[in-house]
């Protein structure tokens, strides 16, 4: 089937699935909604980051996608029960991939997960992760200043590490910790700065090729995979202002054959 993949993020974070789509399904046409202008989630209500969702869902089903992925830890933990539920379509988040991904990962069964205020406060990753494994321990931590950080195109340096270093200071005291879960889509743009403050004792997972390999494992499930081999042209779409949106767009995808459009927020009410 040559109908798109549709991929949805509180803003450029999901691009860092987007990215592992690509290389693992080169033949899927993907159409990538951000929602920049309202990012970031993680400090929002429950009932916001639904309605949010469901906006952005009902765009990307009106170009006929045939599969949703929610390439947002906040969206995925609040919505994906209903999303699944009412959609005729398969849909996937980010947190079950990333679980699996950290427990074959941790051989002291110490596992951190940071994220934004939602995600944590949701408890989302501890509740997936003590479905495969009920005795290990987790620490958490809200990091409400990575969004914001990665939005804006800071990505490394000495403003970038300075930031994660006062951010992680807590969980770095838990010396039983070998592996990081990267509980935000957003995060993996700053995988280097993090690594470099953690350590390298330490594993740091993106849940990014879990969810590709998950992706590919239902497209054939269910029959729907594109065969066509012709090289497919991916849209990006983001809400807000597109200058940093294709800066870091650019960055991610040299040589892709995509083309970056723009969508009011205000506009998705009226899908």
Same mark, same amino acid.
């Given at each position: 089937?040559?109908?798109?993949?549709?991929?949805? !993020?509180? &803003?450029?974070?999901?691009?860092?699935?987007?990215?592992?789509?690509?290389?693992?399904?080169?033949?899927?046409? @993907?159409?990538?909604?951000? !929602?920049?202008?309202? +990012?970031?989630?993680?400090?929002?209500?429950?009932?916001?980051?639904?309605?949010?969702?469901?906006?952005?869902?009902?765009?990307?089903?009106?170009?006929?996608?045939? =599969?949703?992925?929610?390439? +947002?830890?906040?969206?995925?933990?609040?919505?994906?029960?209903?999303?699944?539920?009412?959609?005729?379509?398969?849909?996937? &988040?980010?947190?079950?991939?990333?679980?699996?991904?950290?427990?074959?990962?941790?051989?002291?069964?110490?596992? &951190?997960?940071?994220?934004?205020?939602?995600?944590?406060?949701?408890?989302?990753?501890?509740?997936?992760?003590?479905?495969?494994?009920?005795?290990?321990?987790?620490?958490?931590?809200? +990091?409400?200043?990575?969004?914001?950080?990665?939005?804006?195109?800071?990505?490394?340096?000495?403003?970038?590490?300075?930031?994660?270093? $006062?951010?992680?200071?807590?969980? @770095?005291?838990?010396?039983? =910790? !070998?592996?990081?879960?990267?509980? +935000? $889509?957003?995060?993996?743009?700053?995988?280097? $700065?993090?690594?470099?403050?953690?350590?390298?004792?330490?594993?740091?997972?993106?849940?990014?090729?879990?969810?590709?390999?998950?992706?590919?494992? $239902?497209?054939?499930?269910?029959?729907?995979?594109?065969?066509? !081999?012709?090289?497919? @042209?991916?849209?990006?779409?983001?809400?807000?202002?597109?200058?940093?949106?294709?800066?870091?767009?650019?960055?991610?995808?040299?040589?892709?054959?995509?083309?970056?459009?723009?969508?009011?927020?205000?506009?998705?009410?009226?899908?």
């Amino acid at each position: 089937m040559e109908q798109p993949i549709g991929v949805i !993020d509180s &803003g450029v974070g999901g691009l860092t699935v987007v990215h592992e789509l690509m290389r693992q399904l080169p033949k899927e046409p @993907l159409i990538y909604l951000g !929602d920049t202008e309202r +990012c970031p989630y993680g400090s929002r209500t429950e009932e916001e980051v639904k309605q949010f969702t469901w906006e952005m869902v009902r765009f990307l089903l009106k170009k006929n996608i045939k =599969m949703l992925v929610i390439a +947002c830890n906040t969206a995925t933990a609040f919505t994906i029960k209903d999303l699944q539920e009412k959609l005729d379509i398969p849909v996937i &988040g980010v947190i079950k991939p990333g679980a699996r991904a950290a427990i074959k990962s941790t051989e002291s069964d110490y596992i &951190g997960i940071i994220g934004t205020e939602g995600t944590v406060r949701s408890e989302a990753y501890s509740y997936a992760l003590w479905q495969i494994k009920s005795d290990i321990d987790l620490i958490s931590l809200a +990091c409400p200043r990575f969004v914001p950080m990665v939005e804006k195109g800071i990505l490394d340096g000495p403003e970038a590490k300075q930031i994660v270093e $006062t951010t992680l200071m807590p969980i @770095l005291e838990h010396k039983k =910790m !070998d592996t990081l879960i990267l509980g +935000c $889509t957003h995060y993996p743009l700053l995988k280097d $700065t993090i690594q470099e403050v953690v350590g390298k004792q330490i594993t740091v997972i993106s849940s990014s090729e879990e969810t590709a390999r998950e992706t590919s494992t $239902t497209l054939d499930i269910h029959q729907i995979a594109n065969e066509s !081999d012709r090289m497919p @042209l991916h849209q990006f779409y983001a809400t807000g202002d597109l200058q940093i949106f294709i800066e870091i767009t650019q960055k991610i995808f040299k040589d892709s054959n995509f083309e970056v459009l723009t969508i009011k927020h205000a506009d998705l009410h009226n899908v």
